[in-house]
């Protein structure tokens, strides 16, 4: 044995092992950043983004999402094996490197990740990722999960290369196996120890009876084979969906970290000098920030975001994946690495269609997957600001648009209307609501918003949500006819300036008002005056206020009569995702004696949008089934015949959504306000009869 | 091309709440909001893609007060090259014939090849189109929902009642009255108007337009507004108090009665 080691030795120091790494190593490193600077480009000629403040949140983030590969787990088979790929890469990155260093620099060790235990445990791991790669590729050639599937026009080449950057990875761990199974432990005297039953390990096996003449040139083959293959994925990564194993970490760090806000027009102009911007929005590629560039390269193209995407599951022409797929698509054809860039084009009409664009409800479903943090909203709403400034909008929209600009409502109702829902005869006796016009102080403001204060139906949220106020003793308010929409949707619907129109109006009414906090029913206006106004006095939902309420005992429930009733909270998008508020209505809900309650498979952050509300129920798009049918069926297979929800919109599409799914009689809905008011115990009676909740919802 | 297109500043019927003033003779106007009539912004839509197709230039003109200039900028934040109000105390209160004879003395002072209305003022008689067609001896086509440009000619339709569509050829320069749905017009926002702020809006008085006093105004009006009323409501409709499905059969049955389903 002894002798055939030292020939070994001497047939491997033969060989032009040296210059021919050496070699690989500099045309590989060159390649790379030759490829590394080209990619760069867009993002250098790209919009500014300021993504570097904050970075002990971000290295958290980059901790938790990234190295702890957080979001992975939630679909369960494929991201275990995501996981598990990703520990081995992380373990084998230091062997790697020594294989392609070693040959060149005989005498160079990696500081800590060496040695046998190191040693041992990459050979397993070598063994674990070409398993993980031989899964995949079966996964991805036999099984062909639905959500990697992309319409015709896309070809097939994008699953081909998938194969192909897997099948890569496969031969790095085989050509790694290899040399590990003819290389010398370091008393160079005996073939270095590997782990049993690992591949390195039944590559020894194999090749027991070979000669060491035999050996050399094998151990020389794996080392140049390993050399290649990881330089070819270096510079093949960069044209394909495995950019992201270079790029997620970047777009992890320079991740969104403030949830529920939309991105200022241009970050570089301060807002009052908005009026010089020359154009608003995304129209051409350059216009994205390079953070969304970075997105762009990142994406990994799995298909979660359209999986969660109610747009997408209605059969609207809209896929998260595709936006990025598209935008990356058009980054490398007009970006090439080889030749001259053309950029400049107009993105929607060549890329993008107008439908896809106003098609996103904002939900944050997609945001909430997307294991690299992708973001969405910022984006859709800069492409929506490009088409608003070109004057291109469609038609739907422009009458509530011109009305809310006129009397600050999408219906066009009169200003001095908007209070009107407290002149309701008997609710009015038992529950007078002050406006708060200077003269009238009060301490808390119920900000109302237009939905609930115009929508008649809607309106019974109003009252209910006043005397859930005046039962726990706060002395409220509000704003009446000074109050506008917030604009919530106005600014998602990317028409900024009338949104900062709205805003200015809304924040002097509510500081000239003197309130020291705000509370709402409606979770858009909640998000609005949090994260897209500044320095309110704080605000919170009503499901937050009767929560604490409840736990401090200041509010008691009668037991619910019907004992037929099954219930089912459904998230709205803008107070669960948006806002994290999840427990505190569940916790409401609980505390009402004899509520049966179950949970819809998509709730919490999962939780499935209503459809979209504001400009979105005026908007006509196109779509096979209203996303709000698929809500209240999921209901339907929960177990639940009643829905609970805590937002005006939601409660508009679901009670249509019900009547249109043919349901009626089967299902109602109803707001968490209008429930709590209707079971709270309080001091004085009262009675609506329009607020039971046994005719909410079939009230045609 | 040099198109023309009349304009007018109405209370937008989807925003206000229309009411009757205390003398009975017209709306209250205190708390209405303005908008431009729809047709007319079809129009304008129309010839900024007329000139965006065959070049050329689109003025909008309205005949009114300062508070017509609000939509005169909207129209600017369109696209519209150049605005003008024709402005002057001695014509208020002109009839339709007194409107047509500002706007006739304006164009005679320009040149255009082609002058656009709209169909009918929300609050109008869809009469000042035609004559100034005919004050101008210029020829005249209502109703229009296409215009194809063919050299020194215009191809025009309209919809004949029904749905069937009618073509007509007509010599240039004309004066066309524009039916709504002709287009999709485009969004103007608040970003659009501030954008166009600073545009002057030129404004030509009775002299500029050498209008004589006794063809336009109050006196000179032949049609005089004696009344105005909202009618009171009727018996009005059939409620249907059936369960769903009785109620789709009682529909179909009734809009089968007058002939409605074939």
């Known amino acids: ?700 | 091309m040099e198109i023309l297109v009349c304009v007018r500043r109405v209370p937008d019927t989807s925003e206000n709440e229309i009411e009757l003033d205390s003398q009975g003779k017209d709306i209250a106007r205190d708390e209405l909001v303005y908008s431009i009539n729809e047709p007319d912004n079809y129009a304008v839509e129309e010839a900024l893609q007329i000139r965006d197709r065959v070049g050329g230039t689109v003025t909008v003109a309205t005949v009114g007060g300062e508070d017509d200039e609000e939509v005169l900028r909207r129209e600017l934040a369109m696209g519209a090259n150049r605005a003008v109000l024709l402005s002057d105390e001695s014509f208020a209160e002109s009839d339709g014939r007194g409107i047509a004879t500002i706007l006739k003395n304006f164009v005679q002072k320009e040149k255009f090849d082609l002058i656009l209305t709209g169909v009918q003022a929300d609050d109008g008689a869809a009469q000042v189109g035609g004559m100034l067609a005919a004050m101008l001896d210029l020829p005249f086509a209502s109703l229009v929902n296409s215009i194809e440009v063919c050299g020194q000619k215009l191809k025009v339709s309209r919809e004949i009642e029904g749905g069937n569509k009618e073509v007509n050829e007509i010599d240039l320069p004309c004066v066309l009255s524009i039916q709504t749905g002709i287009n999709e017009p485009r969004y103007v926002g608040m970003r659009g108007i501030r954008q166009v702020a600073s545009v002057p809006i030129a404004t030509l008085g009775a002299s500029e337009l050498a209008t004589n006093s006794n063809s336009v105004g109050r006196n000179a009006a032949k049609v005089v507004r004696i009344d105005y009323f909202i009618p009171a409501q009727g018996k009005g409709a059939e409620i249907l108090r059936g369960s769903r499905e009785e109620n789709a059969d009682k529909v179909a049955e009734l809009i089968a009665a007058r002939g409605g389903l074939r």
Not at chain 1, 247 to 266: A, E, H, N, Q
Request: neutral net charge.
């Open chain 1, 1 to 700: 044995m002894v002798d055939t080691i030292s020939a070994i030795s001497t047939a491997t120091s033969s060989l032009p092992l040296r210059e021919l790494i050496l070699s690989v190593n500099i045309a590989g490193l060159l390649a790379f950043s030759y490829v590394i600077t080209r990619r760069l480009q867009p993002l250098l000629r790209a919009q500014s983004d300021p993504r570097f403040d904050r970075p002990l949140r971000r290295l958290q983030t980059v901790g938790k999402y990234w190295f702890g590969q957080w979001r992975h787990p939630r679909y369960k088979f494929a991201g275990l094996l995501h996981v598990t790929i990703f520990a081995g890469f992380l373990l084998l990155a230091a062997r790697s490197f020594s294989l392609l260093i070693q040959p060149v620099f005989p005498q160079f060790e990696m500081p800590v990740l060496s040695g046998r235990i190191y040693g041992l445990l990459t050979d397993y791991a070598a063994t674990v990722v070409f398993v993980c790669m031989t899964i995949a590729i079966v996964r991805r050639v036999v099984f062909k999960p639905a959500r990697y599937q992309a319409p015709a026009e896309f070809g097939k080449w994008r699953s081909v290369d998938a194969v192909i950057l897997l099948a890569a990875i496969a031969v790095l761990m085989l050509a790694d196996s290899l040399v590990a199974a003819t290389t010398l432990g370091r008393d160079h005297g005996t073939l270095q120890p590997l782990a049993a039953y690992s591949l390195p390990w039944f590559f020894r096996q194999l090749l027991q009876t070979h000669t060491a003449n035999a050996l050399a040139p094998i151990n020389f083959g794996g080392s140049v084979l390993h050399a290649a293959t990881f330089y070819f994925l270096l510079c093949y990564r960069p044209f394909g969906i495995q950019f992201h194993v270079e790029t997620s970490l970047f777009s992890i760090y320079f991740s969104k970290l403030d949830r529920g806000t939309v991105k200022p027009v241009r970050w570089d102009i301060p807002e009052n000098n908005l009026d010089q911007v020359k154009s608003f929005g995304v129209k051409t590629f350059q216009d994205f920030t390079w953070k969304h560039i970075l997105d762009f390269y990142s994406c990994a193209d799995c298909g979660r975001c359209a999986d969660q995407c109610p747009a997408y599951a209605a059969g609207r022409p809209l896929a998260p994946r595709l936006l990025t797929i598209k935008a990356r698509d058009y980054a490398f054809r007009h970006y090439p690495v080889f030749s001259k860039f053309d950029n400049g084009h107009a993105l929607v009409g060549t890329i993008y269609t107008e439908d896809e664009v106003w098609s996103c409800t904002t939900c944050g479903a997609c945001e909430e997957e997307c294991p690299l943090l992708v973001e969405y909203i910022d984006k859709i709403v800069d492409l929506r600001r490009g088409l608003i400034d070109d004057a291109n909008v469609p038609q739907s929209l422009q009458k509530p648009l011109k009305a809310l600009e006129s009397r600050g409502n999408p219906y066009g109702k009169l200003e001095k209307k908007r209070a009107d829902w407290t002149l309701a005869a008997e609710f009015k006796q038992a529950c007078p609501v002050k406006i708060l016009n200077g003269r009238t102080q009060a301490e808390t403001l119920y900000f109302v918003d237009s939905t609930t204060s115009y929508d008649e139906r809607m309106q019974a949220i109003g009252r209910a949500s006043a005397r859930i106020l005046q039962a726990i003793g706060e002395d409220f308010g509000i704003l009446g006819a000074s109050e506008k929409d917030s604009g919530h949707e106005v600014r998602r619907f990317g028409e900024e300036t009338l949104f900062l129109a709205l805003r200015d109006h809304n924040t002097e009414a509510i500081r000239g008002a003197g309130v020291k906090k705000i509370v709402t029913s409606d979770p858009h206006a909640l998000n609005a005056l949090k994260h897209d106004y500044n320095d309110l006095p704080p605000i919170e939902h009503i499901t937050q206020v009767v929560a604490r309420a409840v736990r401090e005992q200041e509010m008691r429930f009668r037991p619910l009569a019907n004992g037929e009733q099954v219930f089912a909270y459904h998230d709205p998008c803008y107070l669960g995702r948006h806002n994290q508020v999840y427990e505190d209505p569940r916790a409401v809900l609980d505390a009402i004696p004899g509520l049966k309650r179950v949970e819809m498979t998509r709730s919490r952050d999962r939780s499935f949008c209503c459809g979209g509300g504001g400009l979105m129920l005026f908007y006509e798009p196109q779509e096979e089934q209203r996303i709000g049918v698929l809500r209240v069926r999921m209901a339907a297979e929960a177990g639940a015949n009643t829905i609970v929800t805590a937002c005006p919109f939601c409660l508009t599409n679901l009670e249509d959504a019900i009547k249109t799914a043919g349901l009626e009689g089967k299902m109602t809905a109803i707001d968490f306000a209008e429930l709590v008011d209707q079971q709270m115990v309080q001091k004085r009676p009262h009675k609506d009869s329009e607020t039971k909740y046994e005719t909410a919802g079939t009230g045609d």
